[in-house]
């Protein structure tokens, strides 16, 4: 069995939106009132890594144990995961080949995944009205800052989100709490 390494560098922001989006729609919300960063970077990842590796007949087999937490920490911390493909030879004989994907994402591409993130997210009234503003004991653009950071696993500080997304944030308290809000405690 081979052995070969490719390294991932890049997402698509378009497919990593969308999955957001479709984690933000109602009907998914008024289920579990759960959108999660770790859970579609996982997925958008996956996908990526079978657009790049499903080619010339081969297919993904399986990826390593645990892939989800694996492929997290990989992205996190530029690591690697291991990833076994598949092809067949004939009708009776599949080959195998073991692929090495090394993440190589640089501070500035992993902020601006966190910042696609947390940009469709302060779009999402319907969930930061049932879900996200629900579970903060003050509204106000601080403790949403600071949420939000939480949220992207602290690849944007809370003062980052502030500068890049105050009027954004504001803005969402507005359409949920009215025009009441004056960036004082609403509740």
């Given at each position: 069995m081979g052995s070969e390494k490719i390294v991932l560098k890049d997402l698509d922001n378009f497919e990593f939106s969308e999955k957001i989006d479709s984690s933000l729609r109602e009907d998914n919300i008024s289920e579990d009132c759960y959108t999660n960063f770790q859970d579609i970077l996982i997925r958008t990842i996956a996908k990526e890594i079978h657009g790049i590796l499903d080619r010339d007949e081969w297919k993904v087999k399986y990826f390593e144990k645990n892939k989800e937490e694996k492929i997290f920490r990989a992205f996190m911390e530029n690591g690697e995961i291991k990833v076994l493909l598949t092809k067949k030879v004939d009708k009776s004989k599949n080959e195998f080949k073991k692929v090495i994907v090394k993440f190589d994402f640089s501070e500035n591409k992993k902020k601006e995944i966190a910042r696609v993130y947390v940009n469709n997210i302060l779009e999402g009234y319907y969930y930061?009205?049932?879900?996200?503003?629900?579970?903060?004991?003050?509204?106000?653009?601080?403790?949403?800052?600071?949420?939000?950071?939480?949220?992207?696993?602290?690849?944007?500080?809370?003062?980052?989100?502030?500068?890049?997304?105050?009027?954004?944030?504001?803005?969402?308290?507005?359409?949920?709490?009215?025009?009441?809000?004056?960036?004082?405690?609403?509740?």
């Open positions: 930061l009205d049932l879900c996200l503003f629900r579970e903060l004991e003050e509204i106000n653009i601080d403790a949403v800052a600071k949420t939000l950071s939480g949220e992207v696993y602290q690849l944007l500080s809370p003062d980052e989100i502030k500068t890049m997304f105050k009027d954004k944030i504001e803005h969402a308290i507005n359409i949920v709490y009215g025009d009441d809000y004056s960036d004082e405690e609403v509740c």
